[in-house]
């Protein structure tokens, strides 16, 4: 049996998005005071729906030719490897510098109280091999940028960057050094959504991202900025003014 799908503003929806987003945790004040922190973890005690979740990045690249899956350390090692595997594909741990041993090529990146830097194995990736970047969460596009950077000095090329969350975006035309963004849902605002029985909200949300419609953050050098947006989800609209920072699982702004 089809489970019919749920219409959300004219657009229809895959049911398991709604499970998806609901089984994701929104932290306040975590890691520092302002910060609303997307907690994957409680998604991963349901083996259904991160069973639904790694399902829906399969259906979308099992006729694209992947040759390799590339994870971000830490949390692209969760979602990467049973990818990789369903997609009969290698897997490539991008990961943070000194913890990879023999020869590996770096990329050093900027965030925003920062600098870090990603390695990978040299002889990982082969000349003109197809690969699928994977992390849990885009918002200002500086580490997928970092990875891209990576991947292509080896020689292979960048098909997609595929993540579990982002920032809400306005069409498919987001890009992080010309390479396509793909995420299953929003970044989570469940505190800010007030009475669910209200059907809908107005307001704006402040928040640091640079990723959104149309935007290449290659053109800026990956430079946050503040901007205001209206964030929808569930079909809602938030009607609480915030800051908002979008941090990875090592308290980096990501």
Same mark, same amino acid.
């Given at each position: 049996?089809?489970?019919?799908?749920?219409?959300?503003?004219?657009?229809?929806?895959?049911?398991?998005?709604?499970?998806?987003?609901?089984?994701? %945790?929104?932290?306040?004040?975590? &890691?520092?005071?302002?910060?609303?922190? !997307?907690?994957?973890?409680?998604? /991963?005690? @349901? $083996? *259904?729906?991160?069973?639904?979740?790694?399902?829906?990045?399969?259906?979308?690249?099992?006729?694209?030719?992947?040759?390799?899956?590339?994870?971000?350390?830490? %949390?692209?090692?969760?979602?990467? &490897?049973?990818?990789?595997?369903?997609? !009969?594909?290698?897997?490539?741990? /991008?990961? @943070? $510098? *000194?913890?990879?041993?023999?020869?590996?090529?770096?990329?050093?990146?900027?965030?925003?109280?920062?600098?870090?830097?990603?390695?990978?194995?040299?002889?990982?990736?082969?000349?003109?091999?197809?690969?699928?970047?994977?992390?849990?969460?885009?918002?200002?596009?500086?580490? /997928?940028?970092?990875?891209?950077?990576?991947?292509?000095?080896?020689?292979?090329?960048?098909?997609?960057?595929?993540?579990?969350?982002?920032?809400?975006?306005?069409?498919?035309?987001?890009?992080?050094?010309?390479?396509?963004?793909?995420?299953?849902?929003?970044?989570?605002?469940?505190?800010?959504?007030?009475?669910?029985?209200?059907?809908?909200?107005?307001?704006?949300?402040?928040?640091?991202?640079?990723?959104?419609?149309?935007?290449?953050?290659?053109?800026?050098?990956?430079?946050?900025?503040?901007?205001?947006?209206?964030?929808?989800?569930?079909?809602?609209?938030?009607?609480?003014?915030?800051?908002?920072?979008?941090?990875?699982?090592?308290?980096?702004?990501?």
């Amino acid at each position: 049996m089809v489970e019919k799908k749920e219409i959300n503003n004219g657009v229809e929806l895959d049911p398991r998005l709604k499970a998806i987003t609901s089984s994701i %945790r929104v932290v306040p004040n975590f &890691p520092k005071p302002g910060i609303m922190f !997307n907690d994957i973890t409680t998604l /991963l005690l @349901k $083996p *259904k729906v991160f069973k639904d979740a790694i399902d829906m990045f399969v259906e979308r690249y099992k006729g694209m030719h992947i040759d390799a899956v590339a994870g971000i350390e830490a %949390r692209g090692f969760i979602f990467g &490897p049973p990818i990789a595997l369903a997609l !009969n594909a290698k897997f490539v741990p /991008l990961r @943070k $510098p *000194k913890k990879l041993p023999g020869e590996v090529i770096s990329e050093k990146y900027v965030l925003e109280y920062g600098k870090d830097c990603l390695e990978m194995h040299v002889g990982a990736l082969q000349a003109h091999e197809r690969v699928l970047i994977i992390d849990d969460l885009v918002a200002t596009g500086g580490t /997928l940028s970092a990875a891209i950077s990576l991947i292509e000095r080896a020689g292979a090329e960048v098909v997609e960057c595929a993540c579990l969350l982002g920032i809400p975006k306005f069409n498919d035309s987001c890009k992080v050094n010309g390479k396509p963004v793909h995420f299953l849902v929003d970044c989570l605002m469940h505190e800010l959504l007030g009475n669910p029985s209200q059907t809908k909200q107005t307001a704006l949300v402040k928040t640091r991202a640079i990723m959104h419609s149309g935007f290449d953050a290659s053109v800026s050098g990956a430079h946050q900025r503040q901007f205001l947006i209206a964030w929808v989800l569930k079909g809602y609209t938030i009607n609480a003014p915030t800051v908002l920072d979008v941090f990875d699982g090592n308290g980096n702004s990501c």
